[in-house]
């Protein structure tokens, strides 16, 4: 265990549509981040979050977005869905040590 | 662009046989280094971690791997599998950039143990 959770953890949509995803954090952990892991490959990282601002963030476009709240929960939001967007999103907690606790994931496919 | 570089895609071994999985980042600053497991059907986990000082890092479970600053490398290691070493390997690396929860991951490797 973890101690980090994500839900839904599995869903459908249809292109064109949005999606909310849900993170709860490690307690403590004020860095979140979080990250797409295509079938066969490995994570990669959409974007950080710290104390509620955004302070980094990998080579996806826009329509990706996020928001982290004073209790250090944060949502992933991806509007107007692709195809492409069918995937494992995965919430990391950052620990002290620089160590990321993963949830076990949302498993997006889109129609 | 930085990136990071898991030789073996899929592995097979028999139990007890030796493992090495290769990694190789392209980052010529300093970075943090990280093997990540995924067991079937659980989320990923840390199994070792290298930050700084003694460049070979001992893990979780009889792992360890080797920090070659040299080779950009970080390649990792098991003397002896088992059967419940069953997993998807994935090597990251944090560039340093300061963004602590920024990792660039390889594309993994499965590793099958046959009993």
């Known amino acids: 265990e973890t101690g980090v959770t994500q839900s839904p953890t599995h869903l459908i949509k249809t292109r064109g549509q949005q999606v909310t995803l849900r993170c709860s954090s490690q307690?403590?952990?004020?860095?979140v981040s979080w990250y797409q892991q295509a079938l066969g490959q490995g994570p990669q990282f959409i974007f950080q979050?710290?104390?509620?601002?955004?302070?980094g963030r990998g080579n996806f476009p826009p329509r990706f977005s996020g928001l982290q709240f004073p209790n250090y929960s944060s949502e992933l939001n991806v509007n107007a869905l692709e195809l492409d967007d069918s995937a494992l999103y995965l919430c990391a907690s950052v620990g002290a040590t620089g160590e990321l606790f993963f949830g076990e994931g949302s498993r997006l496919t889109v129609l | 662009a930085q990136s990071v570089s898991q030789h073996n895609h899929h592995v097979i071994l028999s139990e007890a046989a030796s493992l090495e999985l290769g990694c190789n980042y392209s980052y010529g600053g300093t970075v943090n280094l990280f093997w990540y497991v995924q067991y079937p059907g659980q989320h990923l986990q840390l199994l070792l971690k290298?930050?700084?000082?003694?460049?070979l890092v001992k893990g979780i479970k009889g792992f360890e791997a080797e920090f070659i600053k040299s080779k950009f490398s970080f390649n990792l290691r098991k003397p002896s599998v088992q059967w419940s070493d069953t997993a998807e390997y994935f090597c990251?690396?944090?560039?340093?950039?300061?963004?602590?929860?920024?990792?660039?991951f390889g594309q993994g490797t499965t590793l099958q143990v046959k009993p």
């Open positions: 990251a690396v944090n560039p340093g950039s300061g963004n602590t929860g920024k990792l660039i």
């Open positions: 307690s403590g952990h004020n860095t």
């Open positions: 290298y930050f700084s000082g003694d460049p």
């Open positions: 979050y710290y104390r509620e601002e955004e302070n």
